[in-house]
């Protein structure tokens, strides 16, 4: 009885500590607000990206909007939609601008041509 006690507990204890860890990032409040793209974007509209401190975040164009969730590694924005897309944001200036790469590829920056810039038009999120 004792074996399979301690066995429960380690378990446990390897969920907990998984759970944890799994929470664990760079913190999102310095880049959550509301931004607008500084050029528009496929067109003559502007996109409106608003990340909230939770982690989720909206994507409009045109009236259009796409759910993602984000989250922050090594200084960058990622965010996962649900149909499986990643997009890298590279932040400047202290989270008052981003960067993100639309080109599908893995780039150590953003390649010029190949982004959308936005402006924070609002903080909090």
Not at 26 to 41: D, I, L, N
Not at 51 to 56: C, D, F
Not at 111 to 123: A, L
């Amino acid at each position: 009885m004792n074996r399979n006690f301690l066995k429960i507990t380690v378990v446990l204890g390897l969920i907990l500590l998984g759970l944890l860890l799994g929470g664990c990032g760079e913190s999102r409040s310095q880049f959550a607000g509301t931004y607008k793209s500084v050029q528009p974007f496929a067109g003559d509209k502007h996109v409106d990206l608003d990340l909230q401190e939770n982690g989720k975040g909206t994507w409009t164009l045109g009236g259009k909007t796409v759910e993602f969730t984000w989250m922050v590694n090594e200084g960058k924005i990622f965010i996962y939609t649900k149909p499986g897309a990643i997009l890298v944001v590279t932040p400047s200036e202290g989270g008052k601008i981003l960067s993100a790469d639309m080109t599908g590829d893995w780039h150590p920056g953003c390649p010029p041509g190949s982004c959308v810039n936005f402006k924070r038009v609002k903080d909090g999120g």
